[in-house]
């Protein structure tokens, strides 16, 4: 399947009144849109358009895209291709009633609802149709240790689910002839087959609780990240603070790279123990000393001991007799084997070379960086309370507004926080008694289903459904290696050549920068393996990265044979912009501007082509506009 982004437009929403037209543009498009003109709104409702989210909506969750309070309805539209036909999604706000309806145009046809032909089912839909735009909150959850949304993409990616659904068609196709069967006895089916029914309710309760949980969990952090871009940009039009801000947001990254390095020196010391206590290396010592004084007889010994006893005369001249033998056969077991005598060499060489040739102030030296660690950690601490302290007197300084969003952000904050508690609690493993976790409650329905089949005698039945599933089972699992392996491979070889500073070891946290950069790789990967043609739609591309980090993810955005869309603000210019623009094929640059003196006068002075104009903003399509305008043009003249 090859599908591409042609457009959307929004008429009456949170996001601005916009009209973007993508059908000429090359394969990447940067649009550039300061926070605070619907960016994020705009993302949301491409993923929710592709999707079918929003038939799921709540009147309040609809309610907070109305563009104000007077506002009755509302609009958005998307364009796309999908391989030589036009497929245009319309998502009708009603926000008296609180409700979304969808209208499908596809091909020649039209249809009310969210109601797609089987061929685009499997793109279009809420488990595959939020992979198409990726941000940050994204990228953090790719890399999670629990690796679970990872596993959903590569499994929406090639198609690894159709397997799911096998399994399910399986499972009613026992069920089925389990009804069928006459019981041993009634009472026992009626028990068992219960059983298995509240289980199985249970079963879909709980995975319905999971999925409104997760999506309350990410509604949550979009809110969460809009009002923490809203405050920074308000705290960012500010020049004196945003001098301030970013030379302590550049001393706090000095200072954890500083901590890293410490702290990384300092692990390597510590694994031998004579660097902690000189006790250790005094006893070594002795132990070693002992050896040598001992003399200890050596296999050659042993061996001389051995061929005597097979001699009939001592070397003294006296018979041995068999009494003297079984003396001198015990005697010579006491002394050490080839094998133990090379042992003990080797732990007097050990000896020698770690510990008595070893520097004299090891442990000054672990001392040292200990308080080497401190301080830099100590500084680091610093340095974020002071940045932190500056924040908190600006947003103060800003007003009531901006003190209600911080407000909102904490409580945000710890609302997720009770959100994430609640997944947990489904996803944990560790305890067979938990009544409320999926794996344990599949788990007892298992057993459950086995007890069904003994009642009804449909035993051989289910184990050849078994036997089905558990082929099924692994050959998922042989593809997923498979495609680790070769995901694996060509995520390390684009890392190594973007950061600088490696992703390394378990303890060791990735910065922001280096989260983003991985995802890129890692969903990049998955793009150039799959056989379908995709968008992929980017907020903020290169927002937190360094300049080095930026250049290569340019470069392997520029290397995806596939269209893209990137959402980004004026900051993202330098040394990623730039780089894509040295590029044989540059990227069509569009930038929507809130209207003012500065920028109008810009946007003639650059000769321009406006793609869209509402009262209070500008679509501009030119390279140059968009890499001259700044945030700050918006609010000046």
């Known amino acids: 399947m090859n599908i591409g982004l042609l457009g959307w437009a929004s008429e009456g929403l949170r996001a601005k009144d916009l009209e973007v037209s993508l059908g000429s543009s090359p394969k990447i498009t940067l649009l550039q849109m300061a926070n605070g003109t619907g960016k994020t709104t705009t993302l949301e409702l491409l993923r929710a358009a592709m999707s079918g989210a929003a038939t799921k909506w709540d009147a309040e969750k609809v309610n907070a895209f109305k563009a104000g309070p007077q506002t009755e309805e509302g609009s958005f539209r998307i364009d796309l291709s999908a391989d030589k036909n036009k497929l245009t999604i319309y998502m009708k706000f009603n926000f008296i009633n609180g409700i979304v309806k969808y209208e499908v145009s596809y091909g020649s046809g039209k249809s009310m609802g969210f109601n797609l032909p089987p061929e685009l089912k499997n793109f279009f839909n809420e488990d595959f149709g939020e992979f198409f735009v990726f941000d940050g909150e994204m990228a953090k959850q790719l890399l999670d240790r629990r690796g679970q949304v990872a596993e959903k993409v590569k499994d929406q990616m090639f198609q690894l689910y159709f397997l799911d659904r096998l399994e399910g ?90 901590s890293l390095m410490i702290r990384r020196d300092l692990f390597k010391k510590i694994k031998s123990p004579v660097y902690i206590a000189p006790g250790i290396a005094h006893e070594l010592s002795e132990l070693k000393n002992n050896l040598d004084v001992l003399k200890l007889p050596d296999a050659t010994s042993r061996v001389f001991f051995k061929e005597l006893i097979d001699e009939g005369t001592c070397i003294c001249g006296r018979p041995i007799d068999s009494a003297a033998k079984a003396a001198i056969q015990e005697k010579a077991e006491s002394i050490l084997s080839e094998e133990d005598s090379g042992v003990m060499n080797q732990i007097k060489s050990a000896i020698s070379s770690r510990v008595i040739n070893r520097p004299t102030d090891t442990v000054d030296t672990v001392t040292l960086e200990m308080k080497k660690l401190l301080d830099a950690n100590q500084r680091l601490r610093v340095i974020e309370t002071e940045r932190a302290d500056l924040k908190n007197r600006k947003e103060q300084d800003l007003g009531e507004v901006f003190q209600i969003k911080r407000a909102e952000a904490n409580q945000l904050s710890g609302e997720i926080g009770i959100v994430e508690e609640k997944l947990k609690r489904l ?111 980017v907020d903020s591309p290169a927002g937190p990265l360094d300049s080095f980090s930026r250049q290569g993810i340019a470069n392997v955005i520029y290397d995806l044979d596939r269209q893209f869309l990137g959402f980004t603000i004026d900051t993202e210019t330098q040394a990623f912009v730039d780089v894509l623009m040295a590029k044989p094929a540059p990227p069509r640059l569009l930038a929507f501007a809130k209207k003012s003196g500065l920028v109008e006068q810009l946007a003639k002075d650059e000769k321009a082509a406006i793609g869209f104009e509402s009262a209070t903003h500008i679509l501009v399509d030119s390279q140059s506009f968009y890499l001259k305008y700044k945030v700050s043009q918006e609010t000046e003249a």
Request: glycine share 2%; aromatic share 6%; proline share 1%.
């Open 169 to 258: 068609q399986l499972d009613k196709y026992w069920e089925r002839a389990a009804h069928k069967s006459v019981a041993k006895t009634a009472k026992g089916l009626t028990q068992s087959e219960n059983k298995v029914n509240a289980l199985e309710t249970t079963l879909i309760e709980m995975k319905d609780k999971h999925k409104k949980l997760s999506e309350e969990q990410r509604q949550k952090k979009i809110r969460l990240s809009e009002l923490e871009n809203e405050i920074s940009e308000g705290l960012r039009v500010d020049k004196e603070f945003r001098e301030k801000n970013e030379a302590l947001a550049a001393k706090v990254e000095e200072a954890k790279n500083v």
């Open 427 to 537: 996803n944990a493993k560790d305890d067979p008694n938990s009544k409320v976790s999926i794996y344990w409650i599949s788990k007892s329905l298992e057993a459950a289903r086995e007890e069904f089949a003994l009642a009804s005698d449909t035993l051989d039945l289910k184990h050849k459904r078994d036997a089905l599933i558990q082929l099924f089972t692994l050959a998922k699992k042989y593809a997923r290696e498979s495609i680790d392996k070769k995901v694996g491979d060509m995520v390390s070889a684009r890392l190594e050549k973007i950061l600088v500073n490696p992703i390394s070891g378990a303890s060791t946290k990735a910065s922001v920068g280096q989260t983003l950069t991985a995802a890129y790789c890692f969903l990049g990967a998955l793009l150039e393996m799959s056989v379908h043609q995709i968008p992929w739609v």
